[in-house]
């Protein structure tokens, strides 16, 4: 299986034109203003000095390398002199500051020399990783190679140090994000070195150094469970996918395979977000996905996709495509605002505002925030979202050259052209999707097969589908239309988990929905949701479709008391619900995803369907 | 208002009874056997060295203290003379200990004497308090004044420091106790310095030492709100309404008045747990009472029962006793195990014992234990079951002369003397409650007024009774007979505590019920009980009352997956409810009180009530 970069295909309009053009228009400006006005893109003047505002911190390479990176993905479509010329100024600033021996941190050059190498929970390889992917990403996009070779040679130093002279105080990151970066470094050049790299750092995790939290506990071919700070795991997960792909490591690819099952089994909400709590930012026990304190970071979405991705490419198993689709259209887009303007950093499946305040003179638990921030202290989801989405076309199609078969495994309005069998082959695929489930897809090329990917909530194609997939002969000219209709349905999560029993989620096609208080009221918990039928309706305010219901809410208790005998006293009230994703885009509200419905449903449910 | 203390009246049979004899042939003694493992008594040698086990803490003094008030109010009804022996030798200990200026504290004497006063958080005070209230209770119980007099000379010593030359580091408690001990040190030995210190303290508290966790963040008299510390708090608050009492303060009543019912109508749980946080084991927000990780610690709902019946004496409103009912059968009494010989310190209302281990890499949020202790580190609790149960008929009677009236706050199988506007009288009170709902109380005495508390859930006498008190006119040899009845019925709690949104509790008159693990299977949230209708059936293992119906529970998920479009497959399964006292006192389980259940219940229910 090999991936088809989104270098070969255009987004052309619908869900996802939208979306690149608000990462152009609005997004990048933003993400540059906040770092800007921060210092991030001022310390790598190295003229900081003590008692000066924005004092550097030890992550900002990476956050403004995401930058660049972000910058690189949109250039690669279309140029932008304006943002081309500031990456061209700090890339400048690297080139001039990088010791002559390769290494390069704004941090540990100017802030604090004398820990270099010293400190392993400190990011420093973890921002070479960062400055790696953005240079790879600038020399693709734009030609030029100065950035790209600076990275070259400080790769050559990491591995000098590191793999050659071991005279380091760590042995391998403890922020991983390296190692996919010298797989894309070496797939970059062509330097095999970088490859070797990669590999010695995943092989020797978890021989000396032992941590859970950030997946040291175990050498990595011995991992069962998806474990610690989700946002490592992901990043060390897809280097261990990349490894695996590329040498054929079939205990690696098990590994793999565990570790993406254990999170697809047990531990991911039902928007993709992973990692359960505050508390290391971390995966808990299995089945342990509480709603109102759901951590589930931007980044660890972003991480379990691009994870996911790369397994596409070990096999090709429609699991890992569902879950890029959970993640893009909910838990991870939720991470930027309607407006591309503010981002999230966790997203939590239920919000109730007043409850942060539940520990105002104690500390103790930690809620997410209920609203989406500008700007973060530590800002690394908001980056991810400006390098992510611009290259999001990366996820529509894979191909296998031996089965002489393309698969399509996101629906996207979008062009393509590629080699297959060393022969160029051009894909148009017409979709409205996830508005309908119409989708078209005209093929140019020699004969091949086209294999399509029927969601899982798609009942119309299972019977001819085989594993999940529509296959296709084409030929040149050859038209595939599919409809999978986008059907409203209700969801239930495994008895195992408890935050979620006696209640149901609502679903339009793969789009996860949630109730706000602003169209509801507060106490979402209390409304009963009759779920029989829902009707669907535009929202021209957030531009999404609602969809809409009744429901009875109980009334005010008349005594004030706390308790009462019970009276069933409701009223009934119009429910409506918006996209997950479009969530915390108006006032500040309750938020609820899972709600109370009305049961005995099963006949009337079917005809929704 | 006056009391009918303990003394006047004996506990013949009954519920009471059981729990009486519990305490005086099994809890008296673990708590000793505890207490004396770990050093507690022995710390009152002052011979422990460095390097030995069981290093003396700051608290100690208060838990052996609290233990010779158990033996006291034990010794009162009938001598216990192994006990009293005991009792009496660390009573020779601590006055042979005594400094010669009046001050005991075996911490500060023995392992810190530099610290003395120096520490408003070290408990100083505190364990003086609780040695106070000991003295007291042993000089009651057996006429011997040796200890009395002894803590006379430390609350003398204690006036001089903190009221007269006021040369201590800090200048009210810093976790109060002492206050309500000097009430009463004031009471038994009518020297009104005592009461005056006690009175000192309160005014000066929130003065100058600024802390909401200890309740110093305002004036007393300024109070609105309940905040901080649950125990802290509920001890102030018993010391304020002492004072509002004894000294007619109508502005410290008007505080008591305020913070009784913010916790009346907005932070207690339906068993009368209080303190919703681990952090800082205190109040929280208005109607923030999570089920599964409420702190609600066994003192706190002593302190808000020993609270309530103080606010009885101020005024006679049914909601004081409603209280003191709610935490004598429930979240004080789920503190003690079933044969009495081990503690909870929190009393949450739902256990699911595997999200014990959520964070075990990271810490993070605390879960509750599950299953009882015989001893904790901290071990406040304990100590208060074994001196408020010998007590517990303190709550049985209150009266007033100038109405001639006598109130029945509890049903409690018991005969008691005492005097009516200087009269003797005695009644005598037969019942089963709560098994059931008859009572019968026969009196003799002067012609006078019996109000009988009819509680909340019984709606039988409401037309007759004069807020929540049905009155009767007695003349010698008069007989009252009621029945309550002894309904089972659901509860619904406030809309807007969202904890409790879409579920019901079931309560068998004033117990509150839930299900088990051992007796239901496990995943408890996903059974939806059919609550139209409750078998009850002896369960002879607990010796309590089940309650019994059905209910069903989805099956398990046979893809395995963690998300499915909704099936509604269940199966109909058998559903018991247990006291809510009598969780945790079987095999390690979930517990649940607010379940989901079947709705539309309205007309079925009617039937059941």
């Given at each position: 299986?090999?991936?088809?970069?989104?270098?070969?295909?255009?987004?052309?309009?619908?869900?996802?034109?939208?979306?690149?053009?608000?990462?152009?228009?609005?997004?990048?400006?933003?993400?540059?203003?906040?770092?800007?006005?921060?210092?991030?893109?001022?310390?790598f003047k190295f003229?900081?000095?003590?008692?000066?505002?924005?004092?550097?911190?030890?992550?900002?390479?990476?956050?403004?390398?995401?930058?660049i990176?972000?910058?690189?993905?949109?250039?690669?479509?279309?140029?932008?002199?304006?943002?081309?010329?500031?990456a061209d100024g700090v890339i400048d600033l690297i080139v001039e500051k990088q010791d002559k021996?390769g290494y390069f941190?704004s941090?540990?050059q100017?802030?604090?020399?004398?820990?270099?190498?010293?400190?392993?929970?400190?990011?420093?390889?973890?921002?070479?990783?960062?400055l790696?992917?953005a240079a790879?990403?600038y020399?693709?996009?734009?030609?030029k190679d100065k950035f790209l070779k600076a990275m070259c040679r400080y790769?050559?130093?990491?591995?000098?140090?590191?793999?050659?002279?071991?005279?380091?105080?760590?042995?391998?990151?403890?922020?991983?994000?390296?190692?996919?970066?010298?797989?894309?470094?070496?797939?970059?050049?062509?330097?095999?070195?970088?490859?070797?790299?990669?590999?010695?750092?995943?092989?020797?995790?978890?021989?000396?150094?032992?941590?859970?939290?950030?997946?040291?506990?175990?050498?990595?071919?011995?991992?069962?469970?998806?474990?610690?700070?989700?946002?490592?795991?992901?990043?060390?997960?897809?280097?261990?996918?990349?490894?695996?792909?590329?040498?054929?490591?079939?205990?690696?690819?098990?590994?793999?395979?565990?570790?993406?099952?254990?999170?697809?089994?047990?531990?991911?909400?039902?928007?993709?977000?992973?990692?359960?709590?505050?508390?290391?930012?971390?995966?808990?026990?299995?089945?342990?996905?509480?709603?109102?304190?759901?951590?589930?970071?931007?980044?660890?979405?972003?991480?379990?996709?691009?994870?996911?991705?790369?397994?596409?490419?070990?096999?090709?198993?429609?699991?890992?495509?569902?879950?890029?689709?959970?993640?893009?259209?909910?838990?991870?887009?939720?991470?930027?605002?309607?407006?591309?303007?503010?981002?999230?950093?966790?997203?939590?499946?239920?919000?109730?505002?007043?409850?942060?305040?539940?520990?105002?003179?104690?500390?103790?638990?930690?809620?997410?925030?209920?609203?989406?921030?500008?700007?973060?202290?530590?800002?690394?989801?908001?980056?991810?979202?400006?390098?992510?989405?611009?290259?999001?076309?990366?996820?529509?199609?894979?191909?296998?050259?031996?089965?002489?078969?393309?698969?399509?495994?996101?629906?996207?309005?979008?062009?393509?052209?590629?080699?297959?069998?060393?022969?160029?082959?051009?894909?148009?695929?017409?979709?409205?999707?996830?508005?309908?489930?119409?989708?078209?897809?005209?093929?140019?090329?020699?004969?091949?097969?086209?294999?399509?990917?029927?969601?899982?909530?798609?009942?119309?194609?299972?019977?001819?589908?085989?594993?999940?997939?529509?296959?296709?002969?084409?030929?040149?000219?050859?038209?595939?239309?599919?409809?999978?209709?986008?059907?409203?349905?209700?969801?239930?999560?495994?008895?195992?988990?408890?935050?979620?029993?006696?209640?149901?989620?609502?679903?339009?096609?793969?789009?996860?929905?949630?109730?706000?208080?602003?169209?509801?009221?507060?106490?979402?918990?209390?409304?009963?949701?009759?779920?029989?039928?829902?009707?669907?309706?535009?929202?021209?305010?957030?531009?999404?479709?609602?969809?809409?219901?009744?429901?009875?809410?109980?009334?005010?208790?008349?005594?004030?008391?706390?308790?009462?005998?019970?009276?069933?006293?409701?009223?009934?009230?119009?429910?409506?619900?918006?996209?997950?994703?479009?969530?915390?885009?108006?006032?500040?509200?309750?938020?609820?995803?899972?709600?109370?419905?009305?049961?005995?449903?099963?006949?009337?449910?079917?005809?929704?369907?």
């Open positions: 299986m090999e991936a088809i970069t989104f270098e070969k295909t255009n987004i052309t309009g619908g869900f996802w034109k939208q979306k690149q053009d608000m990462i152009r228009n609005t997004t990048i400006y933003s993400v540059y203003n906040r770092f800007s006005e921060t210092g991030r893109f001022e310390a003229n900081w000095k003590e008692g000066m505002p924005n004092k550097p911190h030890i992550f900002w390479d990476s956050d403004v390398a995401k930058w990176e972000s910058v690189a993905n949109l250039t690669l479509k279309k140029r932008e002199p304006d943002l081309e010329k500031i021996n941190n941090y540990f100017h802030i604090d020399p004398a820990s270099r190498f010293r400190n392993r929970d400190w990011h420093e390889l973890y921002c070479a990783g960062h790696m992917e790879v990403a020399y693709k996009a734009t030609g790769a050559d130093y990491i591995e000098r140090r590191f793999k050659i002279d071991c005279d380091t105080a760590f042995r391998t990151p403890g922020h991983e994000e390296i190692e996919l970066a010298l797989v894309k470094l070496y797939e970059c050049t062509g330097e095999k070195r970088y490859y070797e790299l990669a590999e010695y750092f995943i092989n020797e995790r978890g021989k000396t150094e032992q941590d859970t939290y950030n997946q040291s506990d175990l050498p990595v071919r011995e991992i069962t469970e998806a474990n610690g700070h989700a946002v490592r795991a992901t990043y060390l997960y897809c280097a261990m996918a990349d490894i695996a792909r590329i040498n054929g490591d079939s205990e690696l690819a098990d590994a793999c395979r565990r570790v993406f099952n254990d999170i697809y089994f047990k531990k991911m909400y039902i928007t993709g977000g992973i990692g359960s709590t505050s508390a290391g930012e971390a995966f808990t026990i299995d089945y342990d996905l509480p709603n109102l304190l759901a951590y589930t970071e931007t980044c660890a979405s972003f991480g379990l996709a691009v994870f996911a991705h790369r397994m596409l490419l070990i096999e090709n198993d429609r699991k890992y495509a569902e879950t890029i689709e959970r993640e893009i259209y909910n838990g991870f887009l939720s991470g930027v605002s309607l407006d591309g303007d503010s981002f999230f950093y966790e997203n939590p499946l239920e919000v109730i505002p007043r409850l942060r305040n539940r520990d105002k003179y104690n500390g103790g638990i930690h809620f997410p925030l209920s609203r989406r921030q500008k700007v973060f202290g530590c800002s690394c989801c908001p980056p991810n979202v400006t390098r992510f989405i611009p290259s999001i076309a990366d996820l529509i199609y894979t191909k296998s050259d031996a089965e002489n078969t393309i698969f399509v495994q996101q629906y996207m309005q979008s062009e393509s052209e590629f080699d297959l069998r060393g022969k160029s082959v051009r894909l148009q695929q017409t979709t409205n999707y996830p508005y309908d489930g119409k989708l078209n897809i005209k093929y140019y090329g020699e004969n091949a097969k086209i294999a399509v990917r029927i969601p899982e909530w798609c009942e119309k194609y299972c019977e001819t589908a085989q594993n999940g997939y529509a296959y296709y002969d084409v030929t040149d000219g050859s038209e595939i239309t599919l409809d999978f209709g986008m059907p409203v349905y209700l969801v239930e999560s495994n008895p195992k988990l408890e935050a979620n029993c006696g209640k149901y989620a609502v679903m339009r096609g793969p789009i996860v929905y949630c109730m706000e208080g602003v169209d509801n009221g507060n106490s979402l918990r209390d409304i009963i949701t009759d779920a029989s039928s829902f009707t669907e309706k535009a929202d021209e305010e957030l531009g999404v479709i609602s969809l809409q219901t009744t429901g009875k809410r109980r009334k005010p208790f008349e005594s004030g008391s706390l308790y009462q005998k019970a009276k069933y006293e409701f009223e009934d009230i119009p429910v409506k619900f918006i996209p997950y994703y479009a969530f915390a885009n108006r006032d500040e509200c309750e938020m609820l995803v899972w709600f109370n419905a009305k049961l005995k449903l099963r006949n009337r449910l079917k005809a929704i369907n």
